[in-house]
């Protein structure tokens, strides 16, 4: 019989991705009260905004640095969508009757808001994918100023710098973790497609893509809108956990930790958002404890402010400089354990439990 | 008439600062072929070495020289720490290791000095105003204007002039060639960061010296907009920078200054778009070479 790696047999990819997660997803949404809960909602809407930069950055080598600006549209269309009619009059001025009296449940709102959000990626992409590399990182980084200028001066429609207010809290853990095993589960089956196969052919080599009949424009707009879509929900989803938004949130800062979860985590592989989300939603939590001031071999250590960005940021150069294919690298082990039907068909068969015991002894033995 | 002198004159001042800084990302961009983001933040930490030497008495040309050669260090340290690793590693990761230096000297500048806009105060013989036709004008304008043009035509005549310079263009035609003729790359590379830093540091003593307060985060937004006066003008090219800092500064300034009341306050989304529209038009902006390697 072939021997098959631990890591490879089913019974441990379901172990390890799918039951232990899940167990201490459960756990910790019941013991850990409502601070945890809202920490564990970030942690997925983070792993949808990662994956979907990846998408682009890592997939199909756009290297681009707007998607905060698609997280705002997100953010704000679903926003006004989901507010009544009554809120939006008192809050923002002459808003377009139309626009006021419209108001959707979440669901809805938040697909109107993706779909809207992937509209605008597509005119915009349409300009600017023509640009390649530096061009295109620096026109990208505009395209965030120009929607953060729109939406601090439409004070009709987004109530300008001082934004908008009084969302009802929808994103909740179920909705927030199937909405990111959707987002993971769409991607991925995109990534191993013939139509994902060609973004990384894009990525590798232009020219030998293009002599196999590969569209280098259509690729390359389709994947740049498909992150736009992803985007806009992470934001939708973000203002219905925050229920405040404003376009300053949506800016370098914004653009900058989705950068860092995506290259921390692994830009190549979907499965690197998981990670990078992790590491960009609690590292900052637990170091929030510590800006204060702390004691530490009983040196009493002031306040630091901006403690947060200062580590960040050393561990990001530290990770560039030592993996700068990040944590997940090429692989997409969590990804495709969690989707590939192996991992469940695997559970009936005996090989798997044999082979299992099997593994466990030769890595004793060895 | 007069407003529109005076709005010209803002757009030269504000133009030389952008092309200071502009020079500097071009520079580093001709010879490493990466963009350096974090350029922006040396304009922060020249103005908040001056502060901190002004503040401790020094006399006011020893602190800015010092401001200076201590702006130089932070370029040469910058690039000795975190870029002289990746100098291979591919443009993505050069753009997302300098967007890194960038907030972690902002976040840094934070910790220290705390996120609080300062005044800086300078000689009262800059703020002095004179007319010339019909508008004012203030001893640091000229100032600025002339630093400018010495600066630009110091860089030119150390590029095209000296040893030194023949070596950075020969280092940055072809980085392994030039290595391979006995020309030491990383002392050349040292230097592009030295003559970048000094700009930048002039550009920030002349920026904060003209408006008076500044705090932290003064050098990205900055940065961003003089690197794309870089782009716009062409990365790479001199000539490119130069005027490329200017047509940013009179957009800016004219956008601001003539745009109909209601759509003025999206000037800046204006400017962006032109130089959206440049780009389409230009691939590889106004000054840039055709194809696509580095010159």
Redesign the interface.
């Known amino acids: 019989m072939e021997k098959v790696k631990l890591r490879n047999n089913p019974l441990f990819r379901f172990l390890a991705v799918v039951l232990l997660p899940l167990l201490a997803l459960l756990l910790a949404a019941f013991t850990g009260g409502s601070y945890y809960e809202s920490v564990l909602v970030l942690f997925f809407i983070n792993i949808i905004l990662a994956a979907s930069l990846n998408l682009t950055n890592g997939i199909t080598g756009i290297f681009s640095l707007g998607q905060a600006g698609f997280m705002a549209l997100g953010a704000y269309a679903s926003s006004i969508l989901t507010l009544s009619e009554k809120t939006k009059n008192t809050m923002v001025r002459n808003m377009p009757e139309w626009l006021a009296k419209i108001q959707l449940p979440f669901i809805p709102a938040l697909i109107v808001a993706a779909v809207f959000s992937m509209l605008i990626a597509g005119l915009i992409g349409f300009a600017i994918l023509r640009a390649r590399g530096h061009y295109l990182a620096v026109i990208t980084l505009g395209m965030v100023i120009v929607i953060k200028s729109v939406l601090d001066n439409a004070n009709n429609l987004t109530n300008g710098s001082r934004g908008l207010s009084g969302m009802a809290r929808y994103s909740t853990l179920p909705v927030v973790v199937i909405a990111a095993l959707l987002t993971l589960f769409i991607l991925y089956r995109i990534r191993i497609s013939a139509f994902g196969r060609a973004m990384i052919a894009l990525r590798e080599d232009e020219d030998a893509a293009a002599s196999l009949g590969i569209n280098y424009s259509t690729i390359r707009l389709m994947s740049f809108m498909i992150s736009a879509f992803f985007g806009a929900v992470g934001g939708g989803l973000w203002a219905h956990l925050q229920r405040t938004i404003a376009p300053s949130l949506f800016y370098f800062n914004e653009t900058f930790i989705i950068l860092e979860m995506s290259v921390l985590g692994g830009m190549a592989s979907l499965s690197g958002a998981i990670p990078g989300a992790a590491i960009l939603t609690f590292v900052p939590q637990i170091l929030a404890n510590f800006s204060t001031g702390f004691t530490l071999f009983g040196i009493q250590i002031p306040q630091i402010n901006g403690l947060t960005n200062i580590v960040m940021s050393v561990l990001f150069i530290v990770t560039i400089i030592f993996r700068k294919q990040g944590i997940a690298g090429n692989s997409e082990y969590i990804v495709s354990s969690l989707f590939d039907r192996q991992t469940y068909t695997g559970l009936f068969k005996k090989e798997t439990y044999t082979g299992f015991a099997d593994a466990f002894r030769r890595k004793k033995s060895a | 008439m007069g407003y529109f002198t005076a709005q010209l004159i803002s757009a030269v001042k504000l133009g030389s600062i952008y092309a200071l800084v502009a020079i500097g990302y071009s520079i580093v ?1 001709s010879i490493m072929g990466m ?1 350096n983001f974090a350029h922006g933040e040396l304009l922060m930490i020249a103005t908040f070495s001056l502060w901190v030497l002004l503040n401790a008495g020094v006399p006011f040309a020893l602190a800015v020289a010092l401001a200076i050669l201590v702006t130089a260090l932070f370029g040469i340290l910058i690039e000795r720490i ?1 870029y002289r ?2 100098r291979d ?1 591919g ?3 050069q ?3 300098s ?3 960038s ?2 000297l ?3 500048c ?2 220290i000095f ?2 609080s806009s300062k005044a800086l105060i300078i000689p009262d013989f800059f703020s002095k105003t004179f007319r010339i036709l019909d508008t004012t004008v203030s001893v640091i304008d000229v100032v600025t204007l002339a630093c400018t043009l010495i600066l630009t035509l110091a860089v030119v005549l150390i590029i095209r002039r000296t040893a030194v310079g023949k070596a950075m263009r020969a280092v940055a035609d072809n980085m392994e060639a030039a290595d391979l003729m006995g020309i030491d790359k990383n002392r050349i590379i040292t230097a592009a960061f030295v003559i970048g830093s000094v700009l930048a540091a002039v550009a920030g003593i002349l920026y904060s010296g003209k408006y008076t307060s500044f705090s932290n985060d003064m050098g ?1 937004m900055l940065g ?1 907009k003089a ?2 006066a870089a ?1 716009l003008g062409g ?1 790479g090219s001199l000539t490119g920078a130069v005027t490329g800092g200017y047509i940013m500064a009179v957009l800016e300034v004219f956008f601001s200054g003539y745009l109909p009341r209601g759509v003025v ?2 000037q ?2 204006f400017t ?2 032109v ?2 529209l440049v ?2 038009v230009r ?2 902006g106004l000054f840039g070479s055709s194809n696509r390697q580095r010159s």
């Open positions: 961009y963009i975190a690793s990746i590693a443009e993505s990761t753009i997302i290791t967007l890194a230096v907030i972690f902002e976040a840094l934070q910790a705390n996120s990205f961003v690197f794309i782009v990365l306050s999206y800046t989304a962006f778009l130089l959206i780009l389409l691939p590889n």
